[in-house]
């Protein structure tokens, strides 16, 4: 059973436009990161984000963590090609340590031009 | 660039056989982590080693054995391979073992068991 669920699996939009990748849980998790990554590569931290009903953005990415601390949200405004990736969220649980995080299987997000 | 440095980048060898991957972390930085990739798990965590001594252990198998030398640097060492054990390795490392801590990880190693 996978504890971070992510949806959609594959997103293939057209460049302009906007998208939400969500990530859920029934756990509570004391921290939550969005990572990216491209092919041949490790992924990269876009956020953390470790209060319940925190908002933040990055540029044309917005990040929320739930207020129950079990999901979180990715909205990306006006997509671009340069968008294009794995987008993944990872939760930290209560109680363990700092790399053992949890991660979702990713959404796989294609930005046509 | 992450500045973490991970060799050999691909690896092909056969079941029954023993590999080791190498994994240098940033500059400074005292901690290392070792996760698995695959299409149907996603990342995994497998073990950490803070300033060379384990600090916590994820879904490791017994046939796999990590350790991290005084010079910082890691070795993942996978012992009768078996065809499910290909998969991407990462290896990632944080100056410290603190709550939130940014991860840092390399470009992986590619294993595939024929």
């Known amino acids: 059973t996978q504890l971070l669920e992510q949806s959609p699996q594959f997103l293939s939009i057209q460049e302009g436009e906007n998208l939400t990748v969500y990530c859920n849980s029934s756990?509570?998790?004391?921290?939550l990161q969005w990572y990216r990554q491209e092919p041949g590569e490790g992924p990269v931290l876009l956020v953390t984000?470790?209060?319940?009903?925190e908002v933040k953005k990055l540029k044309r990415l917005t990040f929320q963590f739930g207020d129950a601390r079990k999901d979180s949200s990715l909205h990306i405004t006006a997509a671009q090609p340069g968008d294009t990736g794995l987008y993944l969220c990872?939760?930290?649980?209560?109680?363990?340590?700092?790399?053992?995080?949890?991660f979702g299987k990713g959404t796989k997000l294609s930005v046509k031009p | 660039d992450s500045g973490v440095t991970q060799t050999p980048k691909h690896l092909i060898t056969a079941t029954g056989q023993r590999v080791t991957l190498r994994c240098s972390p940033r500059?400074?930085?005292?901690?290392v982590y070792w996760y698995q990739q695959s299409l149907d798990q996603g990342l995994q965590f497998l073990i950490q080693?803070?300033?060379?001594?384990?600090?916590a252990k994820g879904n490791i198998l017994e046939r796999f054995s990590a350790q991290q030398f005084p010079d910082l640097h890691s070795e993942l060492n996978l012992s009768s391979l078996e065809l499910g054990d290909s998969a991407l390795y990462f290896c990632?490392?944080?100056?410290?073992?603190?709550?939130?801590?940014?991860?840092?990880f390399g470009s992986g190693t590619q294993l595939s068991v024929l």
């Open positions: 990632a490392s944080s100056n410290r073992d603190r709550l939130n801590e940014k991860l840092f």
């Open positions: 080693y803070y300033n060379g001594e384990e600090r």
């Open positions: 990872a939760g930290a649980l209560y109680g363990g340590s700092q790399g053992n995080l949890i």
């Open positions: 500059s400074g930085d005292l901690s």
């Open positions: 984000v470790v209060t319940g009903g």
């Open positions: 756990s509570v998790f004391s921290s």
